[in-house]
């Protein structure tokens, strides 16, 4: 039998060989085999119900100043049009549509860990499931306010619906900015309407431990009645399930679609097949980044060790570790098929994209996103955490990067040359982008006071039924 032993790290429990029995170490186990209903019930409300941390104030105080800068650019962006960023001709997308594509690609991982992993039976996505899918909803409201205000005119975004107009206006389907809407629209949707089945049983929890007559009422209404009935769980499971087969495809189908706004062009750098599946693998990369960037930090605060083990940071990394590869190959796909082509325009954009004006970001970017996933691959470097944290802010930075390169370097050289021009944001670009990250942490703040940020009911059901004696499932 193997034996628990405390790890040095933070609290961390692992399973070690008995001296008596050798032989190699035993699975890391998804939680710590002393809990049971009631431990972990507790652990999880008490981030809740326990008294704030001084240092969730202090968090919140400068992202408030994030968000003062968030409004002040915005509305500035309203009075003024978007004359205030740096784009130009040829580069006329510039921050706007970089941004957008950025943390769209950061929103995919919630639905992935969600529904995906749910549908192949994972158990270790439970204890990450709900911090993941809550960081997909604010990924996505971050990105669903760009194709908006990148519009020049944004109280005309109504126009991109298709009503009945007096004047027989209608959307151009045949454009994917207009598919844009569509897949962003139903993804956030779908994503919002799975985050919040998930959470039912769980407020029904807290509404029965607070003492808050108040957080009662509010608990119990979005609890929905829930009395932990047969029927109740019977409908839940049927709904959990149906939500998860639906978000499945919107997995690979919205970042496809984000990637036709290029693909479907004609520009040498942007009209390539592989696009779809090429975005998809590197928003999943950079979701699992940033789901990791967060997770660490929350574990560390929280000390959530027991409930957040290292087989999830593990587990995680693998992930982001293949995923970073199949980014890799589509690297150096493109390289190849602009060659291979034969095509000089197609052969003039790689170059310069490898020694032009931009080439520090190209090879920033492979920096970032090929060469630092590779520590991966060593399961020391797996299981130390400031160096975990470290490449997944390399990861995060080269993500951002590769959308510049795609952009900024296909756009700013054209097939004239007396429309080549410079591109680089200014202050208005980087404030609004900026605000836009202080916006999503200050949701994940209120998050986390708010509502329980791990999974309650999933979590209970790996405990072990001789370890549930003190209570039964909500």
Not at 102 to 107: E, L, N, S
Not at 212 to 234: E, T
Not at 330 to 356: D, Q
Not at 428 to 445: V, Y
Request: proline share 6%; aromatic share 16%; glycine share 8%.
């Amino acid at each position: 039998m193997a034996d628990i032993t405390r790890t040095r790290e933070e609290g961390g429990f692992i399973l070690e060989p008995s001296p008596t029995r050798p032989g190699p170490p035993a699975k890391i186990p998804l939680l710590h085999p002393a809990h049971n209903y009631e431990t972990v019930t507790r652990k999880i409300t008490s981030l809740v119900f326990n008294r704030t941390p001084s240092g969730w104030y202090i968090g919140m105080a400068i992202l408030g100043l994030g968000m003062m800068l968030f409004t002040a650019s915005v509305g500035y962006l309203f009075a003024r049009g978007v004359g205030i960023w740096g784009i130009n001709i040829p580069v006329a997308w510039g921050f706007d549509i970089i941004n957008f594509v950025w943390w769209i690609g950061i929103g995919h991982a919630g639905t992935l860990i969600s529904a995906i992993l749910l549908l192949l039976h994972q158990e270790w996505r439970t204890s990450i499931n709900r911090i993941a899918e809550s960081m997909t909803l604010f990924a996505v409201a971050c990105a669903g306010m760009y194709p908006i205000l990148h519009l020049g005119r944004p109280w005309l975004a109504y126009w991109l619906l298709p009503y009945p107009s007096p004047t027989n206006l209608w959307p151009q389907f045949r454009s994917p900015l207009v598919w844009d809407v569509f897949a962003v629209s139903t993804y956030a949707t779908v994503s919002l309407l799975f985050w919040y089945t998930g959470l039912v049983p769980d407020l029904a929890t807290m509404r029965d431990r607070t003492k808050n007559r108040f957080l009662r009422v509010v608990y119990g209404m979005g609890s929905l009645g829930w009395r932990g009935s047969a029927r109740h769980w019977n409908n839940y499971q049927m709904a959990y399930l149906l939500l998860a087969g639906l978000s499945t495809p919107l997995v690979v189908s919205v970042h496809s679609v984000v990637s036709f706004d290029f693909a479907v062009s004609i520009l040498p750098g942007w009209h390539s097949t592989i696009f779809p599946p090429y975005f998809v693998a590197g928003a999943i990369f950079a979701g699992f980044a940033m789901v990791l960037t967060i997770v660490i930090p929350l574990r560390a605060f929280y000390r959530l060790h027991d409930l957040i083990t290292m087989r999830h940071i593990d587990n995680m990394a693998k992930v982001t570790l293949v995923t970073g590869l199949v980014v890799a190959y589509g690297y150096l796909s493109e390289i190849f098929f602009a060659y291979y082509s034969g095509e000089y325009f197609e052969k003039f954009f790689i170059t310069n994209r490898i020694t032009g004006a931009y080439a520090w970001s190209f090879w920033a970017l492979i920096l970032c996103n090929v060469i630092a996933p590779q520590f991966l691959w060593s399961k020391r470097v797996r299981h130390n955490l400031p160096a975990v944290f470290l490449l997944m802010m390399f990861v995060n930075i080269g993500m951002w990067l590769e959308r510049f390169v795609i952009i900024v370097g296909s756009l700013h050289r054209g097939h004239l040359p007396s429309s080549w021009a410079q591109y680089a944001g200014t202050f208005w670009d980087w404030s609004l982008f900026l605000g836009t990250m202080a916006l999503f942490l200050f949701l994940f703040f209120l998050f986390i006071r708010a509502l329980p940020a791990i999974a309650i009911f999933e979590t209970r059901e790996l405990i072990h039924p001789d370890q549930s004696q003190t209570e039964t499932p909500a």
